[in-house]
């Protein structure tokens, strides 16, 4: 019966993926609602920044809110962190962001280019005469309150095979500093409460799939894992602070088959509170 479902359960997680990258992008209208509450000097200016490239069976695309105003700490602390998610090898003047990610796009659609070369002279060239490698990558804003900054960072690359590799990470910045909050702003995960509140979110996720998981073995049967379903390992990328709650993000493999796309969930800044570090609490508008 499973066996029956899994396309259409498939389909239910390819929408919920897509979702998430277009609630992703939303969330920038709620910022900007946002905005009208903070003063000139609390608020991140950013600018858009855009590469793209489409050539030779190769295509990159990249966009990034690039912070240009604001706290220099933490102004610092975002072009540094986009710097790393391009791969971390601009060498050139920080504040020029156009320069930063047109090297970092020219670098990849290279990259492409050579990877698609190659597969093409080792007698892979037949079915790919229609194909064109690509990476595109986002790099946003989505939430921002006077004391912290969101961004995520969302990879979508096609290197040949049957599909291509998606992933989404989040950081979340402390304004003030600059200073990133990840598991460190989080304690007692290793409390059954926090298990408890893993599984269910979890269990929400697939549900909402349409997936059959309403018992704990439900549950088991669409993970990969030997883990206890009472002991789920938490993701591997880093909690982020989003308009809803603090959100845990699992990548693609990791816990679930790649049909279930990227499983989810966010607790409540009330709910996850008891979870939370007093510096962390403190940072927390909604509390």
Excluded at 243 to 260: C, R
Aim: overall charge negative.
């Amino acid at each position: 019966m499973k066996k029956k479902i899994l396309s259409v359960i498939g389909i239910s997680f390819l929408v919920m993926s897509c979702l998430t990258l277009t609630t992703t992008l939303s969330s920038c209208d709620s910022i900007k609602k946002k905005m009208a509450s903070l003063t000139g000097s609390d608020e991140l200016k950013t600018d858009s920044i855009v590469f793209h490239k489409e050539a030779d069976h190769a295509n990159v695309h990249c966009y990034v809110d690039y912070p240009t105003d604001g706290n220099e700490l933490l102004v610092n602390a975002i072009q540094e962190y986009v710097n790393e998610q391009l791969g971390g090898t601009f060498d050139g003047d920080p504040n020029d962001g156009q320069q930063l990610v047109s090297v970092y796009g020219e670098g990849e659609w290279n990259n492409l280019k050579d990877e698609y070369k190659d597969l093409v002279a080792d007698g892979e060239g037949d079915w790919m005469d229609d194909v064109s490698f690509y990476t595109d990558v986002d790099i946003r804003k989505v939430y921002e309150t006077e004391k912290v900054v969101t961004y995520i960072t969302t990879t979508d690359t096609y290197l040949g095979g049957a599909h291509g590799m998606q992933s989404q990470t989040g950081v979340t910045f402390r304004k003030s500093d600059g200073r990133r909050f990840g598991y460190d702003m989080m304690r007692q995960l290793l409390s059954e409460e926090f298990y408890q509140e893993t599984k269910e979110g979890l269990r929400t996720y697939f549900k909402e799939a349409g997936a059959d998981a309403q018992t704990d073995a439900e549950l088991k049967d669409w993970l990969l894992t030997d883990d206890d379903i009472n002991s789920l390992s938490h993701p591997k990328a880093d909690p982020y602070m989003t308009e809803k709650g603090v959100e845990f993000l699992y990548q693609p493999y990791e816990i679930a088959p790649y049909a279930a796309g990227m499983p989810s969930f966010t607790l409540s800044y009330q709910d996850i509170k008891p979870f939370l570090t007093i510096g962390a609490q403190k940072m927390v508008i909604e509390l």
